[in-house]
């Protein structure tokens, strides 16, 4: 797994599952990966659906992904949908330095 995690780390998997490390049987799918970037920040948002309960509060998690390996979220419970319980995770970042004056 890259040490910075973009969009791209993350599309391929769209509609694939997410096991949540430490809870046994609980996986999160990844329904929607949006692109929110312009010329000076890179930032999208993961969307993911779990079951309507139990539901994660929001905390820090480590997912584990059969062809990404292990990566540490902090998930947002945004809350449920006819399919279950929708967590965001927010990435922002400037794309280059911020400018000086």
């Known amino acids: 797994m890259p040490e910075t995690l973009t969009m791209d780390n993350f599309a391929p998997h769209l509609h694939t599952r997410f096991c949540v490390a430490g809870l046994e049987n609980y996986e999160l799918e990844l329904a929607e990966v949006t692109d929110h970037s312009n ?5 999208f948002a993961l969307l ?10 929001q905390a ?3 997912l584990t992904h059969p062809q ?3 990566c540490e979220l902090f998930l ?8 279950g319980m929708r967590y965001q995770a927010v990435f922002s970042r400037f794309i280059a330095g911020p400018k000086r004056q």
């Open 39 to 43: 010329a000076q920040l890179e930032q």
């Open 76 to 83: 947002v419970p945004i809350g449920p949908d006819t399919t």
């Open 48 to 57: 993911f659906t779990g079951v309507s309960s139990p539901w994660l509060s």
């Open 68 to 70: 990404m390996g292990e």
């Open 60 to 62: 820090s998690y480590r």
